[in-house]
């Protein structure tokens, strides 16, 4: 018993960091209809900008955490708001009338691009950061004396998670920025012919999706403690499932895919072969599409003729 709880606080918080990132993905599609592939590595961006921003701020002797944390926060998502800026502009806005499968090209390509200029400029090597942010609370004890923890840091990545799907569902459903994504999602040939200015509402999604994705890379380097230039690609892969199987458009459904693949990978690692977690996570999201296609949470999209 005490072991299972242990894995499912384990899961639940690596599921937040996966909805954190998924959150990025739905948007996007939500309003364009295509896959943001380089959004993983934004992702690894963050969590590479967020380490040399700590790495930064402790040579200029700022010894608070809490203040360090801020600063790192605000830096690294304002960065990557860039990155995502810089995306829409040169991988999706030239090929916005070209045929569907173009953008998606261009976008592995920036995907290749980001991960080449990380490696290059950072080094191929993991890159350590001791911990931030210590102890927690010893919730019970089981046999064996089997201790289950509950840290400040799994807590932190829980409470930033939902804070962050409570502000941007508000966001999206209450202010005049939300109305113009909804329109543009809706059609944006419309949207446009009703003055709304559709170039710059998707621009500022991908750079809120962006932000957003930094805000995970934070979360992943202070909660694993490790980086590389490559966990990106593994990231945005785990987040493009839970996307899919929470149902891709959906804010909640994103971060209720990210729990779903993260307690199913966590679940398989701790009782089965650590080998095959991939293949359970994705087998599960297989079944669910089959009897469910719009995802968990998704809806049918209406075909306009």
Known sequence: MAYALQQLI???????????????YTMVYGIIGMINFAHGDVFMVGAFLSLISLVALSALGISSVPLALAITLILAAAIAGLYGWTIERVAYRPLRGSFRL?????????SIVLQNFV?????ARAKPMPALIPGGWTLMRGEGGFAVQLSW??????VTTLVILAGFTWLVTRTPLGR????????????SLLGIATDRTISLTFVIGAMLAAVAGLMFLLY??????FIGFIAGVKAFTAAVLGGVGSLPGAVLGGLA??????????????????VAAFSILVLVLIFMPTGLLGRADVEKV
């Open 10 to 24: 384990n899961g639940v918080t690596l599921g937040m960091i996966y909805g954190l990132i998924a959150v990025g």
């Open 153 to 158: 840091m799994q807590i932190a990545v829980v």
């Open 261 to 278: 693949i993260g307690l199913i990978e966590t679940f398989w690692s701790a009782y089965f072969s650590v080998q095959y977690k991939d």
């Open 180 to 191: 113009a994504m909804r329109a543009c999602e809706q059609d944006l040939k419309m949207a």
């Open 119 to 123: 490696q290059v400029s950072q080094g």
């Open 224 to 229: 694993y403690g490790v980086i590389d230039f």
């Open 102 to 110: 173009a953008p998606l090209i261009s976008a592995i390509g920036m």
